[in-house]
Structure formats: C-alpha cells, structure tokens
C-alpha cells in the first residue's frame, strides 16, 4: 500500500497552489433556470430537480469511506495522515433542494461501467477529483485485484475484476502547449491535440481555470498563441474563454457523445480571503472546522461559471455540466489546510476522504439518473 502511495507522489509533478493569493474575481450570478446539461435528453430523469443547489448536512453516516485504508491518495490531499484530529469534516452530506442525492454504490459503478474507460481531464483538482472516485471503488471492493501504469501525462488505475480503467489525463489548460524554435513555450489557444486520445473513453471529464491566473514564475508558458498571431501575454479570462470554445469546438467535430458520455467540471472555490464568506479578519481556510450555513455564498459566484455556461448553451452535443462551484465555495472547512505532506498552507485543494468524493457521486447521479422515488 505504502508503494502505491509514493508512486504516486512522484507521478506529474504538479504543482499544487500554496500561500498563493489569487486575485478575487467575484461575479454576482442573476437568476438562472436549472441546469445540468445543455441537451434535454442525457439527463431527463433529474431535470426537476437541481442537485447544485441545496446546503450541508451532518450525516453521522459519513464519510463514504476511511481514507485511511485507501491505497491512492497523495500526501497533498491525505489530511489525516498529516495530523488533522478535527474531523467534523468527514460528516457533511450535501442534501439537494428538492429531492436526495443517492448515495455512490461502487459496486453497481463497476457492473455497469464494466470493460469501460472513465478519464479526468485537468489540473491538480482533476487530480483531487481522480483519487476520490479511485477510494469511492476501493471501499465498495476492497479486496479486488488492480494495476496502474505511470506515463507521462497520464496515470490508470484499472479494477481487474471488472475491466474499468479509471485514467487520469494531465492538462492544466486543455488546449496546448508548444515549443517552438527561437521563440519557446508557446500556449496555443486553438489546438487541442491531444483530443484523439481523450475521445477513446467511455466517460470524460473536463476541468480547466485555476491555471489561467498563474503568472508567477511556475507559468509553464513564455508566449500565447491566438489565431496564429503570437502574443507576450494577453488578457487571461479572455484566453481562458477562447480556449474553452477551442475545447467545444473538438467536442462537436471529433466525439460521438453517443459514444461517450462528456461532463464538465465546474470551477472549485479556493478560500484565502475570509472576506468572501463574511469573516473579514479571517485571513485563510486555516481552523475552519464548519461549512458556511445556509445555501449562499456571500461573495457570489466567480467569473467562470458565467463563461462555462454559456459556451455549453452554445454547443449542439449534449455536455453535462457538474455545476460544483457553489457546493464547494461552502466548504471553507474542507481543504488540507496546513494538514499536508508538503508543508505549506493549502486553501485551493480537498482532503480526502471529503468534497471531491460528492462531485464523484453527483456524477454517479448523473451516469445512474435519479428515478421518481427519490423526490421529495
């Protein structure tokens, strides 16, 4: 088990965000109609009710699982290891307006999906989302036989017993990046390469923004590329709304969504500023052992879930959308905080056990569309 662990620490070197103050980009969202898919027919059976919007609940059944027996969790995100001792954190289910979450049944997951490939697409977060729903199937079969295989961008993990290979596909931005002669890094905002390996999945899910802010020195671009002219840098949420259309664009021209069912993963809350959730003398998610009560998030919702919105209501194939940002934003008290096997202060990640594994199960929701009897 020790093995696995280490392996995985050494697999990508990314490079999570730690005492890094991103700048608040706060856009107050008007009403909008319910939405988890911009196409009627992927998921009707859910369409009354929204599983975004909602607040948590103390289950004394949760977590969904003890981490401490999860051979896959990285030292960034394994908070108990790391010397946590308040674990109220563990006991929060998200609980839907309307209706209930049904609760994630990984055996059924792997019947289903059997002989199957499930791919995350992103950053450090796809990452965090990865290993969650890797300990979701490991606590419904602990003692199913599994491999994984490290390459360069990618790392699988497959349940022998069941043919389902769970991957995870390294991207920070989706679209690519470059070297080119004379010039160097270049990020290339309408080319997506590496799209003829994504399209091989059975389930794919997408997740790009938090690295279309970084301008530091761990920039992993020297120049930006748009429509062949070759810019210093240029105005980043524009670059990240080009490249997201980049991204629906090979989305309707190369995936046979009757193939493969597509998500996208909503944009995660990072909690540096106490001011956002009304505790403006709190400086981080340092000691925070609560969810902010109530449903609403005073800041408001952040500049990209407008963006992700609308390029998916442009788009003709159906995209679902796992609109994850407000249920997160919640969860000042979710992160690895100083609780990590790299020392730093950590408001941008999750632990696990904890909030990525309801991501996985409103996307186990979604692949197995809640029935009439589960309103309420």
């Not at 609940?57 to 401490?68: A, K």
């Not at 690295?211 to 980043?236: C, H």
């Not at 199960?361 to 309103?375: D, M, W």
Request: aromatic share 12%.
């Amino acid at each position: 088990m020790g093995k696995v662990v280490e392996r995985f620490s050494l697999f990508l070197n990314i490079a999570p965000i730690f005492v890094v103050i991103i700048p608040s980009f706060s856009l107050v969202e008007a009403n909008t109609p319910e939405v988890v898919t911009n196409s009627g027919n992927s998921t009707k059976n859910i369409k009354s009710c929204n599983l975004f919007e909602g607040s948590w609940v103390i289950d004394n059944t949760y977590p969904l699982y003890n981490s401490t027996a999860c051979p896959f969790i990285r030292k960034e995100f394994d908070c108990i290891k790391y010397g946590r001792t308040n674990l109220d954190y563990l006991k929060y289910r998200w609980q839907p307006k309307g209706c209930v979450l049904p609760r994630f049944n990984g055996k059924k997951f792997l019947k289903r999906y059997r002989g199957k490939k499930i791919m995350y697409i992103g950053d450090s977060l796809s990452l965090n989302n990865f290993e969650s729903l890797l300990c979701l199937l490991h606590a419904a079969v602990p003692k199913a036989k599994f491999k994984q295989q490290i390459n360069k961008q990618t790392v699988s993990v497959t349940f022998e017993d069941y043919g389902v290979e769970v991957i995870l596909f390294h991207s920070n931005y989706l679209v690519d990046i470059e070297v080119q002669p004379n010039i160097g890094r270049v990020l290339k905002l309408n080319s997506m390469k590496n799209g003829r390996i994504w399209k091989e999945a059975d389930v794919l899910i997408f997740n790009t923004w938090l690295w279309y802010l970084r301008a530091d020195s761990k920039q992993p671009w020297d120049f930006v590329e748009n429509n062949g002219t070759i810019s210093k840098d240029m105005n980043r949420i524009e670059a990240f709304h080009i490249g997201l259309n980049t991204w629906a664009k090979w989305i309707e021209t190369d995936v046979d969504t009757k193939k493969t069912k597509v998500f996208f993963q909503g944009a995660s809350a990072m909690h540096y500023h106490g001011s956002e959730w009304g505790k403006p003398k709190v400086k981080n998610c340092f000691n925070e052992t609560t969810p902010v009560k109530g449903s609403t998030y005073p800041s408001g919702l952040p500049i990209p879930v407008n963006i992700v919105k609308q390029v998916l209501k442009n788009m003709t194939k159906p995209v679902n959308l796992l609109d994850i940002t407000k249920l997160s934003q919640l969860r000042k008290d979710g992160h690895p905080s100083i609780y990590n096997g790299l020392h730093g202060l950590d408001c941008t990640h999750w632990c696990i056990a904890g909030v990525p594994d309801t991501w996985n199960n409103i996307l186990y929701a979604s692949l197995f569309p809640i029935s009439s009897k589960h309103s309420i």
